[in-house]
């Protein structure tokens, strides 16, 4: 009888380990197809992708060629949708047929979506071709479209507009619909009654909702949007730092104000010895501004009475004068500021060129001639009776600079065995040049007592750092 008692042990530990084998293998089981229904979501979550550019302001190579990027990348990574979000006065050299032809010939659906509420956003010149070009339209309630004629300011070719309309418009292309969206502003009420208007939605998020389960017509075919959400991927995207300020420098003020800022800083550097930080801010700063002038539509002969302005302004500064020069510098450079571009949707507000032409006028004619009085030194010392002076570097000479002697400001230029002079660095004057003199270094421990030298007669002998 006892015999049975392993046994029956045995039995019992193997029906156990048993159950135990069997319920792992089980819950891995059952693990494996959960884990695979999941990888099978998750799949079917990454498969639609959406990328995202807003973008305001002129349609302008910047921007035109962020979008050809856009485009491209949508397509060589297998997008599934590309929503341009526009808020556009309309085109400035920037290629608007190439672009309408690339989102046509796009196989990824193309949305341009005019908004979002509450920014009045409008779609003119180029962008609104965009919009007809897409293939799906979609506006805010407060958006407007047009006019679209020019489409680009740089070319201004009205006739070419009306084609390109009528054959995008296509069916709906009747004459008096055509003379609106080219002539004037047509706001979403209008739009949608021409129908027009595919999707009405007053942001982005409720743009992909409204998006989800729709058909878009493409080059590869139809495309059925899945955009549920948690099952979509979207990638907003943007200018880069230098697209974004060359975009920048085709707003029409932004221009004027450049040019006219990087001008007057070079005219500065006229009246300083050497060419130091104002100088290099204005090649900056006209460079952008010439940029600008090269994009959009300006009137030639208005740019060159402003140019001519600002340098009557310096020459009237020269002389110290307050008279017939200062009078033909304010009328020709607000004359030409008046006049400045082609285009009357790009004209300067008459009251940022009343600041402008009166800032000018303040710089040159009040500020400069102070500074230049102050430059010349004290009334009555000349520049000769500095010859065996000393002094200390008050701003660096690069060969040309300041120098502080006997309490007053004087311009220098360098004539020591090294490249440069520091702030602080002593120096002795032996000569001059016009108005400026010539310094070389001085070691005031260098000077022998009771040799007559500036120590021994009392001079001020800088210490090396200037105060």
Known sequence: MFPLFPALRRLCLSSVLALVVLGMTASLAIAQDTADADDADAAGQAATQ???????????????????????????????LVILQVDSGGGVSAGVEDLIDLLEASPVPVVVHVGPLGTRSTAAGAAGLLWLAADVRAVSSDATVGPLSPSDFAAGEADADEELVRRLLGEQADDELVADLLDGAVDMDRLAEAGLVSLTAEGLEPLLL?????????????????????????RFHSLGLVRRLLHAATTAPFIYLLLVVGLGL??????????????LAGLITAGIGVFGLVVLPVVWWAVALVVLGLILYAVDTAVAGFGPITLAATAAFAVGSLNFYAAD????PWLLVALVTLSALIFFVFVMTVVLRAQAGPEGVAVDDLVGKIGAVRSVLNPEGHVYIDGALWRARWTGDTRRAKVGTPVRVHGVDGPVVLVEPFDPQAVPAGSGGPAASGADVPSGEHE
């Open 345 to 348: 949707a790009l004209a300067l």
């Open 266 to 279: 070079l005219l500065f550097e006229v009246f300083q010895p050497g060419f130091g930080v104002a100088g």
């Open 210 to 234: 409204d998006l989800d389960g729709v058909t878009v017509e493409t080059t590869a075919g139809p495309q059925d949007l899945e955009l549920a959400a948690g099952a979509m991927e979207v």
């Open 50 to 80: 959406v990328e995202i550019l807003p973008f305001h302001g002129f349609v302008d190579p910047p921007v035109a060629a962020q979008i050809e990027d856009v485009l491209a990348q949508a397509e060589d990574e297998g997008s599934d």
